[in-house]
Every structure is written in structure tokens, then in C-alpha cells.
């Protein structure tokens, strides 16, 4: 019975520390997340703003679009500034996003190189402020921010699209990291479902652990061809402080950060997951649970740098990339 | 945080559920199983009129033994109405008098019919030939011709009865028989001309028999003595087809008026059926006399609320069946309780016809809003319009489906339209966000899903426990509280973290 042979036991996963849908649901979202403050993160806007209140760093907010009336308005806003992202405020997915790569005189070029006139971004604008991308279609906010200049030392471990690094907070503790790496397959998104590169990294150093692409373990970025052993992501600990500072700021236990690193300010908090998927435990190739559970037993009021040092010292792990021979790798 | 209140409240609804069960079990010897049963109809006919603040008498026929049926128990509602039960050649009679009444009444009367298929009609005798009156001219010309037309084309009293019906109603329908329609009714017209011609023929009124109907009339068909058998046979006055359907009851067959009120205004009856399965031994026992507190059994409401809490009460087995498929397998569904309605309207059109007609409205409805979603509309102008569009897609097909003289067809209205054209804006959303592979996943998962609750639902033994045992509804709530408490793993999730596991043989 070969069809067998892609199912395991629950035993095998239970051994593993793996989290399953309703465990996650009932044990962690549903006992650490109250739900009135869902809105904090759902809203991109009032996450960004709350942030600069908790001197979280976030992509600079050059304006808001609220009112079709102000939709005209948009070319003086975007005036002096060469590169841009407009994204809807209660947009999920990475839907309605709309990043200007540079501005030549009067044309918006896209990352793809796809030039864009100042009439379409007004319609782009116009579409998030009737709510084409947000959930259930109500009513949105369009948000524009300067453009991240993503750190070079990361160029060649993505192809078109910007990496994030997806940081499990547990009750303030960064409990599990990864790395999306956009590819070819993934049409430029970080999704890992539609064939991004996950790294998993270690919350020690930052470096990574082991790759997976379509839940398959893979030890090179299958459009650069880079090695993903020497991925380090630079300045892991400023990295980790931001996200863990953002259990004090929203309240809620189970978070999912997602950062960028900027060429110029260093990491940045890009938007904020109140229902973190599952998937970052096959790039680490490890459960969550026993991290959950080690954090369940540590008293509350520990401050920021406390709460990082712990989890650096008890979630720190060997690499499995750098353990196997190259050659047999590209063999295998 | 303990626990503790929500395993009592479990255990206690588990208690209750089996213990309401077990004796209603006991008390009323209802069977666990819906085996060696008979089919017993439940009839209630529900008489409503205004009552002239003054004397009333209310006459209503009554359905007698007659082929395939026999009157098991009958019983009657009327506050403060005298009642008394007639019997005469002709058939029998309820009567419900009052001195004084006023404002709108309602009378309840419910038989319960048990299927016997070897049940016999009384003795029948031929009955005296009424002597209709004469026809005026120039209408006795046209009454004469008809009948020698059709007594020419026939060979006994049933083909001559067809052939009148069908001169009368038919395409064949001529001058003579338009200009008769003037004066008659088609049925009675019929009857008039048959006992014009010496055959004996009557008018009866028959029920359709149909489970779960509400507010269902009677219909009228026509007699005719066939001399050669002894027998009345019966004919539909439409299409002079001869021969009764199995579900048609009888229920009036003297030729008279079925209700008849005076010192009321506006009255008219309607009937409600239910069949249900009772043990030989039960159906012919009756032991619906007690109604203390316990025997909470919505078998005590009317039956025409009994007839909607029999499909109600399956709802909880559909909401069941998706838990358990999505808590514990890992099924997505499109809409989380949208299986439970298709499969609900399953029920109505049986499977295979269900399963076609969805898959062809949800597929047209697909293409239509794919076009819809280059209009640029706003979300409830966009469902709106696909509303509107599920129901052109059901309006063609249950008419082409009639053209094509598939009756399985028009049961496509049974489909909930709400839910179908939100079905269609979800799976189109889907659609542009994820690709079609989504599409076919989600898509399948809720038809996988609507076919295994229709499978539950449309079990006999389900149907039997559910609306026989009320305590099971406190045992699905039980059992849906504890899903609900799982932490455990899907089982679609084995498959999923697989990749994790193998890495241990690996290193």
C-alpha cells in the first residue's frame, strides 16, 4: 500500500512536539488571545501606529488615504518620494499590495519593471478604499509607506520579492523563527504554500537551520542557487527584542511577528499575526510544544532583554545544513 | 482553569439524553429499530371559517376502510363544540355543533391511516342511477353528440369514460365540449354526461399522500361502475388516465359536498400528512392517551409542526457529521454549515439528481460571476446580482428539465438560493486568490462533506432515533461539546507534518 507511506502516526508527531490545528485553536489562541484585541493587529494602520507609540521601529508611514474625495490628493503626497509600498489596512494574504520600485518622470515602475501611470495608482487606491481586498469587503484605509531597501547581504537568498522573518511569540518569549524566501514558483510572495522557501532559523544566532520548500527539505534556493547554510540573518538580537517587545504592546500571548531587516534602519516590524499558521514548525523541523511549554512554567513580568536571553539560551540548536557534505546534498 | 463545570455539564447531558431515551423505550415500547414496522399515515385536517356570532353546524366528510388503507384511530379537537360521528351508505360524516360562536374557529380533526396493501374496499354496490337534469338548448345537442362521439369510439364503461374525459379535456377538446364548459365544471360535466349515457359515475375527493406535506387540498377525480367487475374504477378527470395512484386516499366517495358550514363565512379545510413507522404489534394498539410531563414528545404538537420538526430535528445529526469531518479529519469546506443545507435539499431531490444539479448551478453560476467580477462592483451589489442569477439558472433548468419530461428535475428548487450564490461568490474569491486547485479542494471537501451528512440524515434508523427519541439531541449536544474539546490531531495533519518524522531515519 504505497499511499500509506505519506501518513505517520500521531505517536511519531506527538514524540516530535508537534502542534496540531486544534491544539493551536483551543490551547493557545483561544486561552492567550483575547479577542477584543484582534483588531490591533488586524489593522495594519493601528498596529503601525501603536508601534510607534512602543518605539517598535516600522517602515516610515508617509500617508493615509481615507476618503475617495482624497484620492486626488495622492500625487502631491507621494511627491519627493522614489520608492513606495500602498497596501489596504485590513488586508490579509498580502492582497492589494502595490510596491513602486522608483519613480521616473511621472511613471511608477514596479519591481517587475511594469510601468504604472499616476491615474493607476489612484484606481489601485480607489479600489482599497472600497474594500476589493479587505476582509468581507467592508470599507478600508489605503496606507502608504516608504519602500523597504532591503539589506543586500540577504539579495541573493530571494528572487524579486522582499524575505521576512516570521518571529512565534509566546507570552513575550520568541519562541520559533523562520525565514520566507520568495522564489520563482511563489511568483515572488513570501506564501509558503505556494512554493516560498522556508529557512528555519535559530533563535540563538539567527542562522539558519535547515530549508524546506513544498514541505521538502532543500539546501538551496532553487532560482539564485544559493547555499542556504551561510544565511545569517544580521542583527538577530535587535530583531529579537523587537518582537518580543510586541507582546507588551498588543497583549496577546500567541503572536506572530513579521519582520524585514531595512539596509538602513535594521529590523522592522512589517505587520503583526494574531492566528500564526502551523508551518514553521516543518522548516524547523521541529514541534512547538515543548518550547510552549517550558514558556507555560516561567513566571510573568519578565522584562524584554530577560525574556531573549532565556529563549536564546534554552531554544539554541545545532544546524543540520552545515553537517551533511555539499556534493552529496546536490547529489541527493 | 478547570475543567471540572464542563465534563459535569457533558456527563449531565449524556445522563439526561439516555436516560429520556431509554424510558421513553420502556414506557411507550417504542423499538430501537425501525425494523418489521408498518407505515402508518397521520392525517390532520384543519378547518378554519368565521363564525357569524350565532348557531353553527359543521359537517366535514371522513375517509372509510377503502383498498390499501385502514382507519386505525381517529381523533378531534374543538373547544366547547358538540360532536357526533354519521354513518350512512354514502360514506361517513364528522359533526361539530354549537349554539353560539363568533369570530374566527378552527377545528381539528387527525386520522391515522395504516398502509395495508391487502386491505379491501366494503362490498360495492352499483349504486342507483341519478337522473341528472335535462339540458337546456342549445346545450342538449351538444351534450348528445359528445356522447355518441365518444360512445362510438368506446367499447365498455371505462373506455367510454376516457374518451369523454379526453373530449372534454384533452386536445381533442371541440366546440360541443367548450360550449358545455360554460355551464359545468370539467369533472362534473364528465359525470353528467357519463349519467346521461346510463353508466354510473360520481365525483370523489382523494389526498395525495405525500410525507411532510402542510396545507395540502383535496383533488377531485371521477367513479365510473364497471358492470363487467362490479367494481369503481377510478379515473384522473385530466388526463383520463384509469387506475388509483398507491398514495391517493380516499376521502369523500358519496358525492357529496366534503365541508359544509352554517353560520359561518369563509370556510375552507386543508390537510397535513406525516407518515411514520410503527411496529405491527403498536400500529394496531394505540397509546396515545397519557400526556403527563414525561412523555415530552413533540408527538403531541400537530402534525403539521410535527412534519417540520422531523426534518429539524436532523439538522443536529448534519452539524454532527461537520464537526466530526473538520475537527477530527481536517475537511475544508466552503461556508461551515453549507454541506448541512445541501444536504438538507439532497433529501428533497434525492442524491443523484442533487448532486447534478448543484455541480451545474454552482459551475454556470462560476462562469456568470467570473464576468460579474470585471464590472468592478461592490460585495453586496456583486451577491445580490449572483442571487438573481441562481435563480435564472434554476428557472431554465427546471424548465428545460420539464421540457425534457424530467420530473427529477424540478426538485432543483428544493436548493437554498442564499446559500448557493454565496457559495459561488466564496469559491469565485477563491478562485482569483488561490487558483483553481482550491477551488476543487474546498469545493470537494463540501461536497464530500453535504453527501456523508445526507447519507446520515437520510438513514432510516437516524430519521427513527431522531424523531422518536428527543434525549438524543441532549447526547449530540454531549458529543459535539466534547469535539469541540479536542486538542488531538487531524487526521488529514498526519499526512501533513509526515516530512517532520522522516528526518529522525534520516540523520
Known amino acids: 500500500m504505497s499511499w500509506l507511506t505519506n501518513w505517520t502516526w500521531p505517536t511519531r508527531l506527538r514524540d516530535k512536539g508537534i502542534i496540531g490545528m486544534n491544539r493551536r485553536n483551543i490551547r493557545y489562541i483561544g486561552r492567550y488571545n483575547s479577542r477584543r484585541l484582534y483588531p490591533l493587529v488586524d489593522d495594519k494602520l493601528k498596529t503601525k501606529l501603536l508601534a510607534q507609540q512602543y518605539g517598535i521601529t516600522t517602515p516610515e508611514l508617509i500617508g493615509t488615504v481615507t476618503t475617495q474625495f482624497g484620492v486626488k490628493r495622492i500625487g ?93 511569540v509566546f507570552k513575550g518569549y520568541p519562541v520559533m523563527a523562520m525565514m520566507r524566501l520568495s522564489t520563482a514558483a511563489s511568483d515572488g510572495k513570501a506564501n509558503l504554500h505556494q512554493g516560498a522557501v522556508g529557512v528555519g532559523l535559530n533563535i540563538a544566532t539567527g542562522a539558519a537551520l535547515r530549508g524546506v520548500q513544498f514541505d521538502r527539505p532543500c539546501f538551496s534556493h532553487p532560482d539564485t542557487g544559493h547555499d542556504l547554510a551561510s544565511l545569517v540573518v544580521p542583527q538577530w538580537d535587535t530583531l529579537l527584542h523587537l518582537a518580543a517587545g510586541c507582546y507588551e504592546m498588543t497583549g496577546l500571548g500567541y503572536l506572530g511577528t513579521d519582520m524585514v531587516l531595512d539596509r538602513d534602519h535594521g529590523p522592522m516590524l512589517l505587520e503583526l499575526n494574531a492566528r500564526p499558521g502551523l508551518a514553521i514548525q516543518m522548516t524547523n523541523g521541529e514541534g512547538l510544544r515543548r518550547r510552549l511549554d517550558l514558556i507555560e512554567h516561567q513566571p510573568d513580568g519578565v522584562s524584554v532583554e530577560e525574556r531573549v536571553a532565556f529563549a536564546q539560551h534554552h531554544f539554541a540548536r545545532q544546524s543540520e545544513l552545515v553537517e551533511i557534505p555539499d556534493s552529496a546534498m546536490e547529489s541527493a | 482553569m478547570s475543567r471540572l463545570p464542563f465534563y459535569l455539564i457533558v456527563g449531565f447531558l449524556l445522563i439526561a439524553g439516555i436516560a429520556t431515551s431509554v424510558h421513553r423505550h420502556l414506557q411507550f415500547e417504542i423499538p430501537w429499530f425501525p425494523g418489521e414496522q408498518r407505515q402508518v399515515w397521520e392525517i390532520e385536517a384543519v378547518i378554519n371559517f368565521n363564525a357569524q356570532n350565532g348557531p353553527v353546524q359543521v359537517d366535514l366528510a371522513l375517509p372509510s376502510h377503502q383498498a390499501g388503507y385502514r382507519v386505525l384511530t381517529e381523533n378531534t379537537a374543538s373547544s366547547g363544540y358538540g360532536l357526533a360521528y354519521l354513518a350512512d351508505e354514502l360514506g361517513r360524516q364528522a359533526q361539530w355543533t354549537i349554539r353560539q360562536a363568533a369570530g374566527s374557529q378552527q377545528l381539528y380533526y387527525s386520522v391515522q391511516m395504516l398502509v395495508s396493501p391487502d386491505a379491501r374496499s366494503p362490498v360495492q354496490t352499483p349504486p342507483e342511477l341519478s337522473s341528472p337534469p335535462p339540458w337546456e338548448s342549445p346545450y ?71 410525507d411532510g406535506r402542510r396545507r395540502q387540498a383535496l383533488s377531485g377525480w371521477i367513479q365510473v361502475f364497471d358492470t363487467s367487475t362490479e367494481r369503481w374504477a377510478i379515473f384522473n ?230 424523531f422518536n427519541f428527543l434525549g438524543v439531541q441532549l447526547i449530540l449536544m454531549a458529543l459535539i461539546l466534547l469535539l469541540g474539546n479536542y486538542t488531538g490531531y487531524r487526521l488529514l495533519e498526519l499526512r501533513r507534518f509526515k516530512p517532520i518524522t522522516d528526518d529522525e531515519k534520516v540523520s
Open chain 1, 76 to 168: 502631491e503626497m507621494l511627491e519627493g518620494h522614489n520608492g513606495f509600498v500602498i497596501k489596504p489596512a485590513k488586508g490579509s494574504g498580502g492582497k492589494g499590495i502595490l510596491v513602486i520600485e522608483k519613480v521616473e518622470d511621472d511613471a511608477f515602475i514596479k519591481p517587475s519593471g511594469v510601468r504604472q501611470s499616476i491615474k493607476d495608482v489612484e484606481r489601485h487606491v480607489s479600489n482599497i478604499l472600497s474594500g476589493l481586498y479587505s476582509l468581507g469587503g467592508s470599507p478600508d484605509v489605503a496606507v502608504i509607506e516608504t519602500l523597504i531597501n532591503f539589506d543586500e547581504s540577504l539579495l541573493a537568498y530571494t528572487y524579486e520579492g522582499v524575505p521576512d522573518i516570521r518571529v512565534i
Open chain 2, 140 to 210: 342538449d345537442t351538444a351534450a348528445s353528440q359528445l356522447i355518441d362521439r365518444a360512445w362510438a369510439r368506446s367499447a365498455n364503461n371505462a373506455t367510454f369514460a376516457r374518451e369523454l374525459i379526453l373530449d372534454v379535456n384533452g386536445n381533442r377538446q371541440g366546440e360541443n365540449a367548450r360550449l358545455l364548459l360554460t355551464q359545468e365544471q370539467p369533472s362534473s360535466l364528465v359525470v353528467r354526461l357519463l349519467n346521461q349515457a346510463g353508466v354510473q359515475a360520481r365525483e370523489v375527493s382523494g389526498l395525495m399522500l405525500e
Open chain 2, 237 to 466: 378527470p385530466i388526463t383520463g388516465e384509469q387506475g388509483k395512484p398507491d398514495n391517493l386516499l380516499l376521502w369523500e366517495t358519496g358525492g357529496r359536498a366534503v365541508l359544509e358550514v352554517q353560520g359561518g363565512t369563509n370556510s375552507r379545510v386543508s390537510f397535513s400528512m406525516l407518515t411514520h413507522h410503527q411496529p405491527a404489534s403498536a400500529a394496531v394498539r394505540n397509546h396515545y392517551s397519557e400526556d403527563t410531563l414525561l412523555n415530552f414528545s413533540i408527538h403531541s404538537l400537530p402534525l403539521e409542526e410535527q412534519a417540520l420538526f422531523q426534518t429539524i430535528l436532523l439538522i443536529p445529526i448534519g452539524a454532527l457529521v461537520v464537526v466530526f469531518l473538520r475537527v477530527l479529519v481536517g475537511v475544508k469546506t466552503s461556508g461551515t454549515f453549507m454541506p448541512v443545507l445541501i444536504a438538507l435539499a439532497f433529501i428533497q431531490t434525492t442524491l443523484l439528481t442533487g448532486l447534478i444539479g448543484f455541480l451545474l448551478i454552482v459551475a454556470v453560476g462560476l462562469i456568470i460571476r467570473n464576468y460579474l467580477s470585471y464590472l468592478n462592483l461592490l460585495l453586496v451589489a456583486r451577491v445580490s446580482a449572483v442571487i438573481i442569477t441562481v435563480i435564472a439558472i434554476i428557472s431554465i433548468f427546471t424548465v428545460l428539465a420539464y421540457r425534457m419530461g424530467l420530473s427529477a428535475g424540478l426538485t432543483v428548487t428544493f436548493f437554498p438560493m442564499i446559500i448557493l450564490a454565496w457559495t459561488i461568490e466564496r469559491m469565485s474569491i477563491l478562485w482569483e486568490e488561490e487558483g483553481p486547485k482550491q477551488v476543487l479542494i474546498q469545493g470537494g471537501g463540501s461536497l464530500l462533506t453535504a453527501v456523508l451528512a445526507y447519507l446520515a440524515m437520510n438513514n432510516p434508523w437516524v430519521r427513527h432515533i431522531t
